[in-house]
């Protein structure tokens, strides 16, 4: 029988963070500390009864037990830190100030894709990370870092800190390890996900465009925007949409907690994120509340949604 072999001695996510992104000592650690939650979270999606909360977060959403669970979690190791002034997390209605004169705030969706727990389909944590103590009035290009953690058959975290986007392995051990550096959107794309599809009553344009991919393009969608967003950036290609109509006039997805991280990310891998008239980094934030429509991916096929929803 053949002995198993140790896992991937890769490079780990602390020594790419220092040599290769050149990120600050303190970012540096804030990020492992966001990564080592993580792991907890994996941990808990693994161990802990799926199952509704009985409670509603401030978006009058029912929130299932891990988003309770993940957003303690989270809250705790952002607290242990000591390297953040502010959080808003999407399961609570405002922000919170933890040590005024830190050097970070940190805005994240505890859990995306929660209500997907029960059915066992992939799900994911994602944060932006924005120097000093204000979060409201922020653009998403001021982020200095944003980050995300795919729950899926294996669990990757995909970060940049403004030099490109780069993934890595939760390994056997608990270390996450380089799978993929300098993850690249192309211009064109062979895929597309259409979130809040009933809009197409009422929004014509994106009726067309949902249409136009229909006839040229495959689709792959999930209903997590983590797994939607990672399936672009692994295939290093695709276009991502959620735009208004019906229950959501101004598309389902958040701002500061979504949109403007994965908007961050998308750009530093060559692609490009939408409203459907501005560049999502350029859109400041107004509420913690806020939502917005995204389209996110391939350059060729956002700036087709522009055209078509404009
Ligand atoms: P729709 C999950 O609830 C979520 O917030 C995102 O992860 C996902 O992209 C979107 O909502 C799904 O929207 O319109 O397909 O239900």
């Known amino acids: 029988m053949k002995t ?48 509704l909360a009985g409670t509603t977060n401030q978006f009058g959403e029912e929130q299932v037990k891990l988003d309770v ?21 999407e399961e609570h209605d405002e922000i919170v100030e933890l ?13 995306d894709g929660s209500s997907l727990v029960e059915t066992n389909l992939a799900i994911g944590s994602i944060f932006g990370i ?26 990757i975290l995909t970060y940049s800190a403004g030099k490109g986007v780069h993934s890595f392995l939760l390994n056997d051990v608990g270390e996450f390890i380089l799978l993929r550096g300098y993850v690249g959107i192309g211009d064109s794309a062979k895929n597309f996900s259409a979130g809040n ?28 925007m983590v797994a939607d967003v990672h399936h672009i950036f692994s295939k290093g290609q695709g276009v991502f949409a959620n ?12 701002l500061v907690f979504e949109c403007g991280p994965f908007a961050y990310l998308a750009e530093q891998a060559g692609g490009a994120a939408s409203d459907g008239t501005q560049p999502l980094t350029a859109k400041p934030i107004t509420s913690i509340t806020q939502r917005t429509p995204i389209l996110l991916g391939s350059k060729e096929e956002v700036r087709r949604a522009e055209e078509m929803l404009g």
């Open 4 to 51: 198993p072999q140790p896992p991937s001695t890769g490079i780990s996510l602390n020594e790419h963070l220092r040599a290769e992104s050149k990120a600050p000592d303190d970012l540096r650690h804030l990020i492992i500390h966001i990564a080592t939650a993580a792991k907890y979270i994996q941990f808990a999606l693994r161990t802990t009864e799926a199952g």
């Open 130 to 155: 924005y120097a000093g103590s204000e979060i409201l009035g922020r653009k998403p290009s001021q982020q200095v870092a944003a980050l995300y953690v795919f729950y899926g058959p294996r669990t």
């Open 69 to 89: 669970l993940s957003d303690k979690i989270i809250r705790q190791h952002l607290t242990e830190s000591r390297l953040v002034a502010s959080l808003a997390s």
């Open 243 to 254: 735009v208004g109509g019906g229950e959501y006039p101004e598309g389902k997805l958040r």
């Open 99 to 111: 040590s005024p004169s830190a050097p970070y705030s940190v805005v994240y969706d505890p859990l």
């Open 197 to 224: 599809l009933k809009a197409v009553g009422e929004n014509e344009g994106y009726r067309a465009l949902v249409e136009h991919w229909m006839e040229h393009l495959t689709m792959r969608y999930s209903g997590c």
